[in-house]
């Protein structure tokens, strides 16, 4: 018999299932966006987080990162008009994204709760907002969505980045589950019932890339 409960951390839509355990630690999954989250009781706490985040070799100098990152930032720059205001939402101690972007004429606020904290920063509305490599980390990613869009002007643009659920049979021995940081886990078709909710426009430019037009 499946244990199913009621509402999936991601999307308001749908009931979590029991998807899978391993060395103790649970996940869920929802049955109308597909997407997969650890229980509750297994999300790691701030200093886990931190110690991990530092862990990362995210030079803003490195040509290889820019590279990666420029799988968001063309397609996003692309549609764009210049001289706009965005924000790099858990921009991590190396804000490389945020520079490319401040290079190609546009002003970036810096967020991270462990880098670059101050709720001030979120207290006005961005014409883009960027989210690389955080998504994944979100404990309440709905409430997260609800308050990106709140912060997104309409006729804005949201671009994330992170490492989609290709098939949940693999899941078990799928490298980017291990890092313990890491908690909820996205497939295309959960970007595609967010923006369906939430009224806005998705497109996949890449694998693993996503940017939704607020309308």
């Not at 979590?16 to 630690?25: C, V």
């Not at 998705?202 to 309308?215: G, Q, R, S, T």
Request: aromatic share 14%; hydrophobic share 35%.
């Amino acid at each position: 018999m499946v244990e199913q409960q009621a509402e999936c951390r991601v999307c308001p839509r749908g009931a979590k299932k029991r998807f899978y355990e391993d060395q103790g630690r649970l996940y869920w999954s929802c049955d109308v966006c597909w997407a997969v989250f650890v229980d509750e009781k297994h999300l790691p706490g701030p200093v886990e987080e931190r110690r991990r985040y530092l862990e990362h070799e995210n030079d803003p100098a490195d040509q290889g990162y820019r590279r990666f990152l420029n799988r968001l930032a063309r397609p996003l720059l692309q549609m764009m008009p210049p001289n706009l205001n965005g924000l790099d939402y858990g921009c991590g101690p190396g804000p490389a994204l945020a520079l490319m972007l401040e290079e190609a004429g546009h002003r970036v606020t810096l967020y991270d709760p462990f880098f670059y904290p101050g709720k001030d920063r979120l207290e006005q509305e961005f014409d883009f907002i960027v989210c690389t490599e955080t998504a994944e980390h979100f404990h309440r990613p709905w409430m997260e969505f609800i308050f990106l869009n709140r912060m997104l002007r309409s006729g804005g643009w949201l671009g994330i980045m992170t490492v989609f659920v290709a098939d949940q049979k693999n899941f078990p021995g799928w490298y980017y589950r291990r890092d313990p940081t890491h908690v909820t886990f996205y497939s295309r078709r959960t970007f595609h019932v967010l923006a369906e909710i939430l009224g806005w426009r998705c497109e996949i430019p890449a694998p693993n890339v996503v940017i939704m037009h607020k309308d």
